[in-house]
């Protein structure tokens, strides 16, 4: 069965620090991948997603993930965050023949102004 | 565009009792889902609508749990009775249908925040 593991529960930066959040995926087969985030009071929306080809995959607001198969890795990344990117994030994986997406149990992200 | 609409918002009820929760997705969405977010958890996928049909309801408690999409739009989902361990946040997300695998985006509710005591 698919999971998807998110190490890292709560993060806590300040502004203009570089971010990076943790994503491991136990699948075989061919994925797709996500990243989803909640800001605080709002829906859940897509930040990014990784079907095929580069594996740099960048998204809104200046967000990117980079997907390493040989690691079941897709950790997503920003070089400078913002106290607005206060959020929680999920990362989450599709076996690419079904529509059902497995999330990840979310990470916290505070940023202090 | 108007987004995934839920109702309530919250909703605090004694265990053993019912509460049914709504949604209505984004208009033109065939396919809508409910998923079960409890706190400090990612969403679980409790059940999945293809129009009126059921695609997959594998993680649907279905002693207690129930679902229907009548008319294939707006959808209920049922609790009846509840347990403690039904707290929990249930989100509504809708998509566009193109082919069973290929991706179509999920847009999600607001969700409704069930407290059981």
């Known amino acids: 069965a698919q999971s998807v593991s998110q190490h890292n529960h709560h993060v806590i930066l300040s502004e203009a620090a570089s971010l990076e959040l943790g994503c491991n995926y136990s699948y075989g087969g061919t994925v797709n991948l996500f990243w989803y985030v909640q800001y605080p009071g709002q829906h859940l929306q897509l930040l990014l997603k990784y079907f095929s080809g580069d594996p740099l995959v960048k998204g809104i607001k200046g967000f990117e993930a980079e997907f390493i198969k040989s690691k079941f890795s897709f950790n997503l990344r920003k070089p400078s965050v913002q106290w607005s990117d206060t959020a929680e994030y999920f990362c989450?994986?599709?076996?690419?023949?079904?529509?059902?997406?497995?999330f990840g149990s979310g990470t916290r992200l505070s940023i202090r102004p | 565009e108007a987004g995934v609409a839920q109702s309530p918002r919250y909703k605090i009820i004694e265990k053993r009792q019912s509460v049914a929760f709504w949604c209505n997705p984004i208009?033109?969405?065939?396919?809508l889902y409910w998923y079960q977010q409890i706190l400090g958890q990612g969403p679980k996928l409790l059940i999945q609508f293809q129009n009126n049909g059921v695609v997959d309801d594998s993680q649907l408690p279905k002693d207690r749990f129930s679902a229907e999409r009548l008319k294939g739009v707006d959808s209920t989902l049922k609790i009846q009775p509840a347990k403690l361990e039904d707290s929990a946040v249930y989100l509504c997300?809708?998509?566009?249908?193109?082919?069973?695998?290929?991706?179509?985006?999920?847009?999600f509710g607001p969700g409704t925040r069930l407290t059981v005591l």
């Open positions: 208009s033109g969405h065939a396919t």
């Open positions: 989450a994986v599709r076996d690419s023949s079904a529509s059902k997406i497995i």
């Open positions: 997300a809708s998509s566009s249908y193109r082919e069973r695998s290929s991706y179509n985006e999920q847009f």
